[in-house]
């Protein structure tokens, strides 16, 4: 099974990737693919470059078997949508490794509002992470979406390449890049917000 987290990473914080770690050991992924977003298409675009972005990036996972970054977003120059994202991945991939696409709470709240949440749900399995004991009341659009999908099974993900829904609980630190930038520009210190090599990047 390969995970595809995708983001802004504005920047990456230990906040992604300690759930990323939670969510990679869980279900025993094979690779962890950590996709910048390229061209903003519902939210403001990133503040730091791409390239900046890239380099934190690349610089935090550095040395942690497994988790890879994938720029296909950064290079496409086309609106970013994580249906065509899916797509290039399974053009690439092949029909029948099974895709994890990871998510939080609050992105699967709105899933039904992407573009072409069926399509998606044909092309990956969706692990949304979650806070322990926390309980997401569905109903209407996303609630029919959900419907047959839900499983509490590593298992059933491994067994199809698509179309499971996996609620998983991971740690979550209250850790936001917005802090981190509004530290920045104040100019106080994000030591043991962001890795190491990423605060020698961002403090540069």
């Known amino acids: 099974m390969i995970g595809i987290l995708g983001g802004t990473f504005d920047p990456v914080h230990i906040g992604h990737l300690r759930t990323a770690l939670d969510v990679f050991e869980a279900l025993q992924l094979e690779s962890l693919r ?11 675009p990133p503040v730091f470059s791409a390239e900046k972005r890239l380099a934190m990036l690349r610089a935090a996972i550095e040395g942690q078997p497994g988790f890879e970054v994938d720029e296909r977003e950064l290079n496409s120059g086309e609106p970013s949508y994580t249906v065509t ?24 709240a709105a899933f039904h509002t992407w573009r072409e949440p069926h399509r998606i749900l044909r092309l990956a399995h969706l692990v949304v992470m979650e806070r322990p004991g926390e309980t997401l009341y569905m109903e209407g659009p ?3 979406l959900a419907e047959g999908r839900i499983t509490a099974s590593v298992d059933d993900l491994s067994h199809s390449p698509a179309g499971r829904i996996l609620f998983l609980p991971v740690t979550q630190l209250d850790i ?23 605060r020698v990047l961002l403090e540069e």
């Open 34 to 44: 950590f996709v910048p977003l390229g061209n903003a298409v519902h939210r403001e």
């Open 142 to 144: 996303l609630e029919a």
């Open 176 to 198: 936001s890049a917005t802090d981190i930038r509004a530290r920045l520009k104040a100019g106080r210190s994000v030591r043991w917000l962001v890795p190491e090599r990423v």
């Open 85 to 108: 994202t899916l797509e290039s991945l399974r053009s690439e991939l092949g029909d029948e490794v099974p895709l994890c696409l990871l998510m939080g709470r609050d992105a699967f």
